[in-house]
């Protein structure tokens, strides 16, 4: 018997198939595609030049405008009328100083030739006066603006702010938001003597600027590195929300990208000192009509043959429909009595009796599958009622722990009363199976809890210091991690001579929280007893619980020191604010006096 190719296909159907797609459709698709890319690369690459030396000018002439506003404040700190009115306003009245001020306003924009975009001074001293050359609108006190006290936090000497909220009267700017540059003015001795804001109204500017784009289609946007929009040529034209999240998902460069969606050519262009993107929008559908029209054709050409192919192939194939029928009846035959059926692999065609015994391996795998899924409930049925058994000891011991705890209230027997609480606590959240991430100070309560404990056990030979920010309270850290290393520094490190002391620092490195308890005891040299050596099952319990929650972003090492044992457990940074409920009451901390 001659054996067959495996790479032949075994139908009528699949041979015709493979040949209209091998010899016909591929060859031509491929050339065609070719030639469509070539030539969209090539109008691309001519049209990112244009559009780049576009972005360059428009580029140029923002950089002219900023060149203006850092040296406005520098011609205003070395003005000798200005530092005398800002260091000495008493010597001068209210109008003095205003009209001084406005006239000084005016020559700076004069000697500029600024008249491309409408410019806003404000100058503030540090005696409460602050001068402007514009309609606010609304009044705030000198120092106590927003703007000058952000600056002063900031303790920089300048700043730029990309998008100001607009502060002149809605009668004379309309815009949402402002460009600012914002300069501390400093005497000879650079000491601080006031402020300066110089404002720029650049949509205005932006729209005069770019107007002739629209008669080519095209527009200019204004984004920031957030995505947002601020500026646009065209008020009705719209920034596509798959570009401006890939503009907020890049990384800042000066150098020019072109994105593409659906509809258009996109080119931008960074400026680094706002923090913003200049966006060129060009339609595809004005570039690419030619290659649009060829693309076309081609669909049409390809539709054409597609058609006779699907057409003899329906009069070929013509003669296997009917024995398909049968098998899907067959088929739902099976779906109504559950897949306790078989169809027949002894008659029919090829492709036939190969179906049919496809479905028998497929109901037989789904039988098999069902039969596994059932025992695994069965299973995760038995392991939960042993999960709901063993929760009931810790329940009644907590319980008990109360009724203790009640008892030594009414008989004013403090030091069981509080050492009932501190077990309580560590009881309450061992029970708590359902919370994987506490509070940095809720794991910080229940160390101090243990602490309690073990030193009324051991008549308060241990001592712990705890030294970390008040910010980081609320930091999540997984349950249950430090209070075993303490645990383990009690127990290992101070087996031989049953005291010691304890430092517990919490602090953050970069974008990780790092919490160390070092302390006093036998370290990890050869004279270290064998309990300390060896690998502990807490140490191994909180490693294993860090590769579940983070993988390989956080790591327990012990650091073996002169004088004991530094474990230093490194997380990811991060930060929570608490829900408070009204009504709360902390029944532990409650007065019980009188």
């Known amino acids: 018997m001659k054996k067959r190719r495996f790479w032949i296909p075994n139908t009528l159907r699949h041979r015709l198939f493979v040949a209209y797609v091998v010899l016909l459709l591929l060859p031509y698709s491929m050339l065609s595609v070719y030639h469509f890319r070539e030539i969209e690369h090539a109008m691309r690459s001519n049209i990112s030049q244009q559009d780049k030396q576009n972005l360059e000018s428009v580029k140029r002439s923002l ?52 008249s491309e975009a409408e410019v806003y001074f404000t100058v503030a001293d540090l005696h409460h006066h602050v001068y402007k050359s514009y309609i606010p609108l609304q009044y705030e006190p000198g120092k106590e603006q927003a703007w000058i006290a952000k600056h002063e936090q900031s303790g920089q000497k300048f700043q730029w702010i990309s998008a100001d909220p607009n502060y002149v009267s809605r009668d004379i700017s309309r815009s949402p938001s402002l460009v600012s540059f914002i300069s501390t003015l400093s005497d000879e001795q650079f000491r601080p003597v006031g402020y300066a804001r110089i404002s720029i109204d650049y949509d205005p500017w932006f729209k005069s600027f770019t107007s002739s784009a629209k008669e080519s289609g095209q527009t200019y946007f204004i984004v920031d ?11 009705g034209s719209e920034l596509p929300a798959a570009v401006t999240g890939k503009l907020a998902e890049a990384n800042p460069a000066e150098s020019l990208s072109a994105r593409d969606d659906s509809n258009s050519l996109y080119n931008f262009s960074y400026i680094p000192a706002l923090h913003w993107y200049v966006v060129k929008q060009a339609p595809l559908d004005v570039l690419y009509r030619e290659v649009n029209q060829e693309k076309q054709r081609f669909y049409i050409v390809i539709s054409a043959f597609s058609l006779a192919f699907l057409f003899f192939t329906f009069v070929i194939t013509g003669a296997f429909t009917r024995p398909l029928k049968l098998l899907q009846k067959k088929m739902e035959t099976a779906a109504a009595k559950e897949l306790q059926v078989t169809l027949s692999e002894q008659r ?13 391996r497929m109901l037989r795998d789904m039988n098999g599958l069902i039969g596994r899924l059932k025992e695994e409930e069965r299973q995760r049925q038995v392991v939960r009622f042993q999960v709901l058994l063993s929760q009931m000891d810790p329940h009644f011991l907590l319980n008990t722990l109360n009724t203790i705890k009640c008892i030594a ?27 994987d991430m506490i509070y940095l100070e809720d794991e910080i309560e229940m160390v101090r809890a243990y602490m309690q404990i073990q030193n009324a056990r051991y008549g308060n030979l241990f001592t712990i210091e705890y030294d970390y920010e008040h910010a980081l309270r609320y930091a999540l850290v997984p349950k249950a991690t430090l209070q075993p290393l303490v645990e383990n520094s009690i127990y290992h490190g101070f ?28 370290g990890l040299g050869p004279k270290t007893p064998a309990s300390r050596r060896r690998k502990g099952i807490g140490l191994q319990n909180i490693r294993e619980r860090l590769e579940i929650l983070f993988q390989q972003r956080a790591g327990l090492e012990l650091i073996a020191l002169e004088h004991g044992v530094l474990a230093r457990l490194r997380i990811p940074l991060l930060l929570s604010t608490p829900y408070g409920k009204e009504g709360y009451v902390d029944v532990v901390n409650v007065n019980r006096g009188g």
Not at 75 to 89: F, G, H, I, K, R
Not at 348 to 360: K, Q, R, Y
Not at 499 to 520: C, K, P
Request: glycine residues 6%.
């Open 225 to 235: 590195e957030k995505g947002t929009v601020l500026g646009r040529s065209d008020p």
């Open 495 to 522: 087996s031989a001579r049953r005291e010691g002391h304890i430092i517990m620092r919490i602090y953050t490195s970069a974008d990780q929280l790092v919490m160390e308890i070092e302390d006093d005891g036998a």
């Open 348 to 360: 029919g065609a090829e492709e036939i009796v190969a179906l049919s015994a496809s479905f028998n």
């Open 409 to 435: 209230l009414k008989n004013d027997d403090e030091e069981t009363h509080d050492l009932c609480v501190s077990l309580g606590k560590l009881l309450e959240r061992s029970l708590n199976l359902e919370v």
């Open 63 to 114: 950089d002219n405008v900023m060149g203006f506003m850092t040296k406005t404040a520098t011609l205003l700190e070395q003005d000798a009328t200005v530092q005398s009115l800002l260091m000495y306003p008493d010597l001068f009245d209210d109008f003095e100083r205003g009209r001084k001020l406005d006239s000084k306003f005016s020559s700076i924009i004069n000697s500029f030739f600024l």
